[in-house]
């Protein structure tokens, strides 16, 4: 049984900073696709960032990039996003999720697709205000 689940979220001025944490359990393989997808009230979900826990490669949307970072930290069941210089438009409900195709979403170029990831966790808010 995969299980993760979402902290760190909160409230923040623009220009603050947060970190966010992914606690993750029961992989059936070592190597792992972990994506990061926000969505907004009346908007669609949407790719964040992501990383391939076999090499740490990482990808980020253009909005973000610059701004966050994505990592695992080492032995440890844990994916954190590190998130500078938020905005506004980044307040959003933000997920964490595992990819069900032996981390394809990662090495195929689908990493900010939601229907590659069977596996999501509840969310934590976080809200940027002016």
């Known amino acids: 049984q995969v299980q993760l689940v979402e902290s760190g979220g909160g409230s923040v001025q623009a220009g603050g900073s947060l970190r966010l944490s992914c606690a993750f359990s029961g992989y059936t393989y070592s190597d792992n696709c972990m994506g990061w997808f926000r969505q907004a009230p009346g908007k669609e979900r949407e790719g964040v960032a992501a990383i391939y826990t076999g090499d740490g490669s990482t990808y980020y949307a253009d909005s973000v990039k610059g701004r966050f970072t994505i990592a695992q930290a080492n032995a440890k069941n844990t994916v954190y996003l590190q998130m500078n210089s938020l905005k506004p438009e980044d307040t959003a409900m933000y997920y964490c999720?595992?990819?069900?195709?032996?981390?394809?979403?990662?090495?195929?170029?689908?990493?900010?697709?939601?229907?590659?990831?069977?596996?999501w966790g509840q969310g934590t808010q976080v809200t940027v205000s002016s």
């Open positions: 999720a595992v990819d069900s195709s032996f981390a394809r979403s990662c090495y195929g170029g689908t990493w900010n697709s939601v229907y590659g990831y069977a596996y």
